[in-house]
């Protein structure tokens, strides 16, 4: 009996560690996923604020010179 114990018991270590390692996997993936939509959603946020100041540039210019 105490055989078939530690038989199930090497058994649910296996399985908890291959979890163990099919989560942190995923870990790896979702955190190289956000750190690329992250560089992502930055560029085009960049840009849009530069071109927001080179509008602005141009009204204040025009306005200007009227």
Known sequence: MDEKVMEMFA?????QKDIQ???KQEIREVSYKVDKLE???ENKV????????DVCQ?????????
Do not use: H, P, Y
């Open 11 to 15: 058994k649910i270590l296996e399985g």
């Open 21 to 23: 390692n099919e989560l």
């Open 58 to 66: 141009v009204q204040n210019e025009t306005v200007a010179n009227i």
């Open 39 to 41: 560089m992502r959603m």
């Open 46 to 53: 960049s840009d849009k604020i530069k071109m927001l100041f």
